[in-house]
């Protein structure tokens, strides 16, 4: 098979020939169609994702068709569409039988990190690994956009969950031009609550408007709270998904919360947690803050359905060839930050 493998951190693309993988027992193998490129793959490609088995493939909001299925594979056969479950958690420690497979005591990484993943004809991985896409879905006609899902909007899902948003909730989604940001709109969007979106690229907050927010705000000013509380008329937003997550960005969020407000973090800025700096609010508002990261299997089925039915379509801005130029390309645009929605490699053409 062909396969655009990176071989370390920062390193260019390369092309490769590889023997096609086989199945062992309790995998399967499957042909890709289209894999999603996002900034979570880009941070392997240049390296601020610790741990990653370099030379790698990297990817994994895939389409795909299985192909092969090995002993032991129960809930598969050849023919079925596909996409992918991102974590390899064990499915049996404390958290993944309380379905929190994302605090998985045993996590043997990622799908694109520890694994080869679907920047190539094809991928083998665990049977578990596999999502089944709803035969609804335009899977074949549509591979960029169905593949994202299982994540570029699922993950979006789960915070709708997790922060217990409802539609009386006005929310915030801070970084909402990016990837994961303007499908968080999106969802939020779907779920009947008013949504601010912040940004600081105006072409960005248009887009947002056209995909649900109520309002936007440009933060390229400073002055993200002042915006704010003045469209909530000084009582503050009961929702705040901070895509950014840096010094900045969180301590301005949680000034921005009304009372009994929730902040939702799923960014990697990397910076100190500075809540100490607003410890007063925390309490006198009863703020709640919290992490979150991916989603569980039943949230990627879950979002596939609440596409098929119609209710939401992913945004895919650009689609490239697989090749290593367009997979260059498309990455220092990742990096860039130039990318509108999600981006995918069109691995079958």
Known sequence: MQAIVLPGPGEPFVMEERPDPKAGPGEAVARVLACGSGLTIQHTRIGRN????????????????????????????????????FYLDCGHCKWCLNNRPTLCSNLAGHVG????????????????????????????????????????????????QRAQIVPIDTIAVIGAGGGLGIHMVMMAHWARARVIAVDVVPEKLEKCREIGASETVNASDGKMVEALMDLTDGQGVDVVVDF????????????????????????????????????????????????????TRQEVSDTLEIVARGDVWPLVTEKYGFNVGDAELVHERLEKGEVMGRAAIMVAG
């Open 50 to 85: 610790h741990g990653a088995n370099y030379p790698i493939i990297i990817g994994h909001e895939i389409t795909a068709e299985i192909v092969e299925t090995g002993a032991g594979v129960n809930n598969l056969k050849v023919g079925d569409p596909v996409t992918c479950y």
């Open 113 to 160: 990190r520890q694994i080869d993943g679907g920047y190539a004809e094809y991928i083998k991985m665990p049977e578990r690994n596999y999502i089944k896409i709803p035969e609804s879905l335009d899977w074949m006609g549509r591979p960029a956009e169905v593949g994202v899902i299982a994540d570029a909007l699922a993950t979006p899902y789960k915070v709708i």
């Open 244 to 295: 950014v997550s840096n010094e900045k960005t969180l301590t301005d969020g949680v000034r921005s919360l009304g009372r009994g407000g929730r902040l939702a973090t799923l960014g990697g800025g990397g910076a100190k947690i500075p809540f100490e700096a607003v410890g007063g609010e925390l309490s006198s508002k009863e703020l709640n803050i919290m992490g979150s990261r991916y989603c």
